[in-house]
C-alpha cells in the first residue's frame, strides 16, 4: 500500500499540474452526464408504470359501454324476472354504431357587385361566404343535439325455461314488444 502511495506521489510530481486538473473535471463532467441519463430512463419506467397503475385500478364502471352491451344487460334482467324463465342472455346486433349530431353555428354572407365597363356594360358577381363551426361546451367537448340510436338487426335470447313453449312465447312477445322489432329478427332457445 506505501508502495502504492510513493508511485502516485511521484506521478503527480511529474505531471503537469493543470493537465491533471483538467483529466479530474473531465471525469467529473463524464459522472454528472451519465447520473443525469439514469436518472431519466429511470423517471420514464416509472411514469409508464404509474400510467399503467392508473388504468388499472379504474373501475370498469367508469369505462364507456356500448348501446347493445347496455341493451343486453336491461334485457336480460326484465326477462328474468319473468315466471318460469330462470336464468336468461342475450346478444343483440345492431346495422350499424349510435350517430352523434353535434350543434353547429352557421354564418352565411352574401355579397353583391355590380360593376360598368368603359363601353357601358354592366356586370353583377354575387359571392357567397358560409362558416360552419361545431358549437362547445365548457369543457371543450361538442355540444350535442341528439344520438341516432343503430337499428336493431337481430336478438338471440337464452333461457332455462324456454323448452315450455308457454315461457317461450311469453319471451318472444316480450322481447318483440320492448324493442319494437318483428318477430324474424327475434329467436328464443333453451338453456342447459
Known amino acids: 500500500m506505501e508502495n502504492l502511495i510513493n508511485k502516485l506521489k511521484e506521478h503527480f510530481k511529474k505531471t503537469n499540474n493543470n493537465e491533471f486538473i483538467r483529466n479530474i473535471l473531465i471525469i467529473f463532467i463524464i459522472g454528472i452526464m451519465i447520473f443525469i441519463f439514469a436518472d431519466m430512463i429511470n423517471d420514464g419506467r416509472n411514469k409508464t408504470v404509474d400510467i399503467r397503475e392508473n388504468v388499472i385500478e379504474e373501475p370498469s364502471s367508469l369505462m364507456p359501454t356500448d348501446y347493445s352491451t347496455v341493451l343486453e344487460k336491461k334485457l336480460a ?99 318483440k314488444t320492448v324493442l319494437g322489432i318483428p318477430g324474424n329478427r327475434v329467436e328464443v332457445y333453451s338453456g342447459k
Open 77 to 175: 334482467d326484465i326477462l328474468s324476472q319473468l315466471k318460469g324463465v330462470g336464468e336468461v342472455n342475450v346478444m343483440i346486433t345492431l346495422e350499424e354504431t349510435t350517430e352523434i349530431v353535434p350543434a353547429f353555428n352557421t354564418t352565411k354572407n352574401n355579397e353583391t357587385t355590380k360593376e360598368t365597363d368603359s363601353q357601358g356594360g354592366t356586370r353583377e358577381v354575387v359571392r357567397e361566404d358560409m362558416t360552419i363551426q361545431v358549437v362547445t361546451g365548457d369543457e371543450g367537448a361538442p355540444i350535442v343535439l341528439k344520438e341516432i340510436k343503430p337499428t336493431i338487426k337481430g336478438v338471440i335470447v337464452i333461457a332455462e325455461g324456454a323448452e315450455d313453449l308457454s315461457v317461450k312465447e311469453m319471451l318472444y312477445e316480450a322481447v
